[in-house]
């Protein structure tokens, strides 16, 4: 392995938006290669999975209708310091507060429908990219 992981989803409303292509260049040109890639739609019951630290939060059940509102694209992602070097690239968790040029900030429509997720930690990449690619889908 060259460098460190990280893991990514592009959220339904980057999907919708027509997005994916454009988020994928700037993932590209930060310099990340992509290890997997896949479209699919969470059940509630994955969405619910996924964010569970967050269960006992206001805002869990309008996460886990927005997540299941349509297609995601879930990708690993490798580069060295990935996972800092990722949150930095993808913006404050609230567009409006999310830096210029950052994907948030460029493609994000509100804090819940923020376009990008991205993992917060080594232990939690290596969580959510099982979550959704097996040994044989990671390149
Ligand atoms: P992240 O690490 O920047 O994605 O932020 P968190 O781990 O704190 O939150 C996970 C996700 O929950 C965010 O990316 C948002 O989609 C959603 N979220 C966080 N805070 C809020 C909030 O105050 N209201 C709503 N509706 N959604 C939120």
Do not use: W
């Not at 269960?55 to 886990?64: A, D, N, P, Q």
């Amino acid at each position: 392995m060259s460098g460190n992981r990280t893991f990514t989803m592009l959220k339904p409303d980057a999907v919708e938006n027509g997005h994916i292509g454009a988020i994928l260049a700037k993932i590209n040109e930060a310099g990340f290669r992509i290890v997997s890639l896949q479209m699919q739609q969470l059940s509630r019951h994955e969405a619910g999975l996924f964010y569970a630290v967050h269960k006992e939060r206001s805002f869990y059940g309008e996460l886990v209708d927005y997540m299941t509102s349509g297609p995601i694209v879930a990708a690993i992602l490798e580069k060295d310091n990935a996972v800092e070097d990722f949150r930095t690239l993808i913006g404050a968790t609230d567009p409006t507060q999310a830096a210029e040029g950052t994907i948030r900030r460029l493609f994000a429509t509100s804090i819940s429908a923020n376009a990008v997720h991205g993992s917060d930690s080594n232990e939690n990449t290596a969580i959510e990219g099982a979550f959704f690619f097996g040994a044989k889908e990671q390149f």
